[in-house]
């Protein structure tokens, strides 16, 4: 596929698509790490707060990583507002104040893993332009910041009991786990 896409696009096109992943990026993780703080308040699970503590503590060394992509880059990390990350944020407040605490934290689980995939889509495409330009080091930063929000996914997939229904391997068995939840 990476054949393709190099023999299709100009590399001013791909710094382009790049620069657009990055700035995208920059505003999904601004935007998330203020919602991770919310969502350790709304939590009633205390592993669960430790979780979003976590990303959240994550979440401010990937907003470095894409500062120093940017700077190397030539570019403000700023100038991209990044809708998709947005609309799940706002989703997730509207919840926080209309749900009881009985399903909250289970909506809260879904709410951050897709914030997860978003970012997960978003660095794995940053990367991979990154090394289509030969850009060694910024796809490094974008590599590094993949690998520790796969292991955010895969801390919010383990999660277990009733707040979680990553544990559900099935949908009846997902509506089951959110029935006993309620």
Request: net charge positive; with cysteine.
């Amino acid at each position: 596929m990476s054949s393709i896409i190099a023999s299709n696009f100009k590399p001013a096109t791909l710094r382009d698509i790049l620069i657009e992943d990055i700035q995208d990026l920059y505003s999904a993780e601004t935007c998330r790490t203020k919602a991770l703080e919310k969502m350790v308040v709304a939590a009633s699970n205390e592993s669960l707060q430790k979780i979003f503590h976590r990303h959240w503590e994550a979440g401010k060394k990937h907003v470095l990583r894409l500062e120093q992509a940017a700077k190397s880059l030539g570019i403000p990390p700023e100038g991209k507002h990044c809708s998709g990350m947005m609309g799940i944020t706002l989703d997730m407040e509207v919840m926080i104040r209309s749900r009881p605490s009985s399903i909250r934290d289970i909506q809260l689980v879904c709410t951050a893993q897709k914030m997860t995939h978003y970012k997960l889509v978003g660095y794995g495409s940053a990367c991979a332009v990154a090394k289509l330009l030969k850009l060694e080091a910024v796809a490094k930063q974008m590599q590094a910041t993949l690998a520790e929000e796969n292991i955010c996914k895969a801390e919010l997939s383990a999660l277990g009991g009733d707040t979680s229904y990553a544990s559900f391997g099935s949908t009846s068995q997902y509506t089951a786990g959110l029935r006993k939840a309620i």
